[in-house]
T-cell receptor, first 110, second 115 residues
Framework: QKEVEQNSGPLSVPEGAIASLNCTYS??????FFWYRQYSGKSPELIMF??SNGDKEDGRFTAQLNKASQYVSLLIRDSQPSDSATYLC??????????WGAGTKLIIKP | GAVVSQHPSRVICKSGTSVKIECRSL??????MFWYRQFPKKSLMLMAT?????????EQGVEKDKFLINHASLTLSTLTVTSAHPEDSSFYIC???????????FGPGTRLTVT
């Protein structure tokens, strides 16, 4: 069974620090990886996607992919209170479906 | 990305009645849309994949006769919860697939409460 694992948290990070969110996946053949942010009571919002090994940067966000270790991470630099949310990791599966992690709750402390 | 709307955003209905939720793509023609359900403090659960012009594909354990999905155009998919019961109370969210990628863009969700 294909799985995506995330630490449920909560992960508490001081404002201004780097938040590091991690995700592992079971299907070695997966090619597409996504990070979504979900505020309480709201729907998920796509913030990053990555397809190739290495780092991909977008503003304060960096996604890192290591296919050999089946590991994908999201770094948030200069964390702000507005970054407090649940972060969902998702991995592409067949028929364009995504396998979802359970999410990591991130709390940025002022 | 793509802009997706859902209507209604909140609905309260009585047990035994049916509720229709609309999901619209405002700026993109979506061949494929997905319907999810999310219970409080739980992760997303895929209910079905909706393909324009054909029958939806339901996930295991989701009753297709209870959750009717219609994807009659490239910009509209609807989910009808028939004979709703309190245990159907949940947050229902649609998403659309962008082109040939795996990128999904979500609607704002519909919170259903069945009394």
């Amino acid at each position: 069974q294909k799985e995506v694992e995330q630490n449920s948290g909560p992960l508490s990070v001081p404002e201004g620090a780097i938040a590091s969110l991690n995700c592992t996946y079971s299907d070695r053949g997966s090619q597409s990886f996504f990070w979504y942010r979900q505020y309480s009571g709201k729907s998920p919002e796509l913030i990053m996607f990555i397809y190739s090994n290495g780092d991909k940067e977008d503003g304060r966000f960096t996604a890192q992919l290591n296919k050999a270790s089946q590991y994908v991470s999201l770094l948030i630099r200069d964390s702000q209170p507005s970054d407090s949310a649940t972060y969902l990791c998702a991995v592409g599966y067949s028929n364009y479906q995504l396998i979802w992690g359970a999410g990591t709750k991130l709390i940025i402390k002022p | 990305g793509a802009v997706v709307s859902q209507h209604p955003s909140r609905v309260i209905c009585k047990s035994g009645t049916s509720v229709k939720i609309e999901c619209r793509s405002l700026d993109f023609q979506a061949t494929t849309m997905f319907w999810y359900r999310q219970f409080p403090k739980k992760s997303l659960m895929l209910m079905a994949t909706s393909n324009e012009g054909s029958k939806a594909t339901y996930e295991q354990g989701v009753e297709k006769d209870k959750f009717l999905i219609n994807h009659a155009s490239l910009t509209l998919s609807t989910l009808t919860v028939t004979s709703a019961h309190p245990e159907d109370s949940s947050f229902y969210i649609c998403s659309l697939l962008l082109g040939d990628s795996y990128e999904q863009y979500f609607g704002p969700g519909t919170r259903l409460t069945v009394t």
